[in-house]
Structure formats: structure tokens, C-alpha cells
């Protein structure tokens, strides 16, 4: 029983590791870091190959493909929870204020941010719209920042694919 519990555990550490390079791989590559993903991708292939190896030589128990089930689901799980904590990658927040705060500009400026402001017409009269960039990594922080300078504006986040021209181009390392 002890040598059947060893075995599942190694294989749902096996998928856990093999699924969340996978997971990886695939964010590498949508963020256009092809080296790093072909890298990482030799890594990914050698343990998805003994893990499945593992699995077809011991298909009369069923709980090997469970567990097999079972450490592929975690690898997910893992795998976007590491991208998370990486943060890989830039993101462009668009703010609208309900009001015309026109030192809000200049603030998140000071605090590092890249800003480009103009004036919209709303429904309810004339709003300020900011559109600003950040590094993934301090998207949380900038959020923080907005909530304290003008608690209910209305923010929307996207990830850019890619950069050209602007006073940050020179900070920003070049997509490949």
C-alpha cells in the first residue's frame, strides 16, 4: 500500500511540475519571449515524457490516472499562480475621473507613471480620461494609488502587445 501511495504522489508532482511549465511556456510565448519559452520548453518535455511514461506502465490502477487527473488540474492551478506572482509584462489602465482634477496627471507622474490625459464628454457633463502604463508588477500599487487620489473612478485595465515611440520607450526593453 505504501509503494501505491509513493507512486501516486510522484505522479501528481510530476504533472503539478510538468503543467505549470506548460502554463508558463504558453504566457512566454503570447508575451513573445520565444527563447525563454523554447528554453523552458526542454524542461517541460523531458518531465512530461517520464510522467506519462510513469502513468501507461501502471494503467491497471486506476488511481494513477487520477492522480495523474489530479496533478495536471494543480499544474494549472500552480502554473498561473507563479505567472501572477512574476508579473511579466506591462499594462495600460484607463481612468476616468467624474470631475476635472487637472493636478491628477502631474501626481501620478510623480509617482513614476507614464500619463497621457484629455478631456471627455460624459453622460453627466465633462470627465477627465488618463490613460497610464505600468509594469504588471506595479499595476496593484498603481490601483492603490488611483483609489486614494480619486476613490470613484472608473478603471479598466489591459495588457499592451507592444510598444513604439513615447517617453518610456527607452525603459522598456524591446518585444520580441
Do not use: H
Not at 499562480?81 to 467624474?98: M, S
Not at 494609488?145 to 517617453?167: M, Q, R
Amino acid at each position: 500500500m505504501e509503494e501505491v501511495m509513493e507512486l501516486i504522489l510522484i505522479i501528481i508532482g510530476i504533472n503539478v511540475v510538468y503543467v505549470s511549465l506548460y502554463t508558463l511556456r504558453m504566457i512566454l510565448v503570447i508575451k513573445g519571449q520565444r527563447i525563454l519559452a523554447a528554453i523552458l520548453s526542454l524542461g517541460e518535455v523531458l518531465i512530461y515524457i517520464i510522467g506519462l511514461g510513469i502513468v501507461l506502465k501502471n494503467l491497471d490502477n486506476p488511481w494513477n490516472v487520477a492522480a495523474y487527473c489530479i496533478g495536471y488540474g494543480l499544474g494549472v492551478y500552480i502554473g498561473s499562480r507563479i505567472e501572477e506572482y512574476l508579473a511579466l509584462g506591462y499594462v495600460t489602465v484607463q481612468v476616468t475621473v467624474d470631475c476635472v482634477e487637472k493636478e491628477l496627471p502631474s501626481k501620478l507622474r510623480g509617482y513614476g507613471y507614464g500619463v497621457t490625459s484629455w478631456l471627455a464628454d460624459g453622460k453627466d457633463g465633462p470627465r477627465l480620461m488618463m490613460q497610464v502604463l505600468a509594469k504588471r508588477s506595479n499595476e496593484r500599487k498603481l490601483n492603490d494609488i488611483l483609489n486614494k487620489l480619486c476613490p470613484k473612478a472608473f478603471v479598466v485595465s489591459y495588457e499592451p502587445k507592444n510598444f513604439k515611440g513615447g517617453f518610456w520607450i527607452n525603459r522598456i526593453p524591446p518585444f520580441k
